[in-house]
């Protein structure tokens, strides 16, 4: 497929938070597919404090095309003040699901 696409990670808070992210990309079209992955610990430093949070992680599969829309929609909509948004190139795949990711995604 000539259609480039895009695998977006995410971070959550758990529970309804990360599943109204998930609902909303979806909702939206900026997404084919969100997959929240409860049980993820993150360590980090926030304002000069280390930080350890029970997380969910979301995996977005959607288009470059979409991908600066997904972003202003995740910046308005997610609960974090900085939320992770890490876009990872699509260099391949399954014909048959890249086919139906194009099409949930017009």
Do not use: Q
């Amino acid at each position: 497929m000539a259609k480039p696409f895009r695998v977006v990670l995410m971070t959550a808070p758990r529970g309804r938070r990360a599943e109204a992210v998930a609902r909303g990309l979806v909702a939206e079209r900026l997404a084919a597919c969100v997959n929240v992955v409860p049980g993820v610990i993150s360590h980090y430093r926030w304002r000069g404090k280390a930080c350890r949070d029970a997380e969910c992680l979301l995996v977005a599969k959607t288009s470059a095309a979409k991908l600066p829309a997904l972003k202003r929609w995740v910046a308005s909509n997610h609960p974090y003040a900085v939320p992770e948004v890490l876009a990872l190139d699509v260099s391949g795949g399954a014909e048959p699901y890249l086919r139906w990711l194009a099409g949930e995604l017009t």
